[in-house]
């Protein structure tokens, strides 16, 4: 089975500063990776995903994550924060039951970000 | 634009009560999924379905029931609604169709806060 943690369920940063939320992920087979965002009273928004193409991934709003097989990793990386930045974040893995097409998500990263 | 919408977005209910929760896409996607979101939980997966007549349960379809009427239509229920399913819920679609079924991106409707008293 799949399972995904996220380390910190609060993380605070100032705005201009970098941003650093972590997903570490356990999976028995070679994992598809993806990071959500969630800003109040809305769904979610898919960020950024990881479907084996390249390890250093490139996301919306310049947030990027990089896939470290060897430390079963995906963090999320911003190298400047903004106000706009500030919501919940979640990692989520898919699945290998149904043929990749479930996700399991972490219990998500709330991001605040002060002036 | 393409969407997923649902209703409604806000039901209060008592214990006891059924209650269903519509999502409706225009997205033209064949697969669509029911979650619920907790504090602290993150989201958890109730129901799916990847076409009208294939439906599986989630990690937690206990006291939920689902329907899908049509390709664009998938529907939640709860039979007698108890106060431990207070939550906020989401429906979600992706698509299949396209063959990127592995990259599964899910596309995600604005959600149903739901409170039973």
């Known amino acids: 089975a799949q399972s995904v943690t996220q380390l910190g369920s609060h993380v605070s940063v100032s705005e201009g500063a970098l941003v650093l939320l972590r997903c570490n992920y356990s999976?028995?087979?070679?994992?598809?990776l993806f990071w959500y965002v969630q800003y109040p009273n809305q769904g979610l928004q898919l960020l950024l995903k990881y479907t084996s193409a390249a390890t250093l991934v490139k996301g919306i709003n310049g947030f990027e994550a990089e896939f470290k097989k060897s430390e079963t990793s995906f963090h999320l990386t911003k190298p400047s924060a903004h106000m706009s930045d500030a919501a919940e974040y979640f990692c989520a893995v898919s699945g290998k039951k149904s043929g990749y097409s479930t996700l399991t998500f972490g219990k998500g990263t709330m991001l605040l970000v002060s002036p | 634009d393409a969407d997923v919408t649902q209703t409604p977005r806000n039901r209060i209910t008592k214990t006891g009560k059924r209650i269903m929760l519509e999502c409706s896409q225009t997205k033209g996607h064949d697969r669509m999924y029911w979650y619920r979101q907790d504090p602290g939980l993150g989201l958890r997966l109730i129901y799916y379905s990847f076409d009208v007549k294939d439906i599986n349960k989630g990690e937690i379809s206990d006291g939920y029931s689902v329907s899908r009427q049509a390709q664009a239509k998938f529907s939640l229920s709860l039979e007698s609604a108890i106060p431990n399913q207070t939550a906020l819920y989401f429906c979600?679609?992706?698509?299949?169709?396209?063959?990127?079924?592995?990259?599964?991106?899910?596309?995600f409707g604005p959600g149903t806060r739901l409170t039973v008293l």
């Open positions: 979600a679609t992706s698509d299949a169709t396209s063959g990127r079924v592995l990259y599964n991106e899910q596309f």
């Open positions: 999976s028995s087979v070679p994992p598809y």
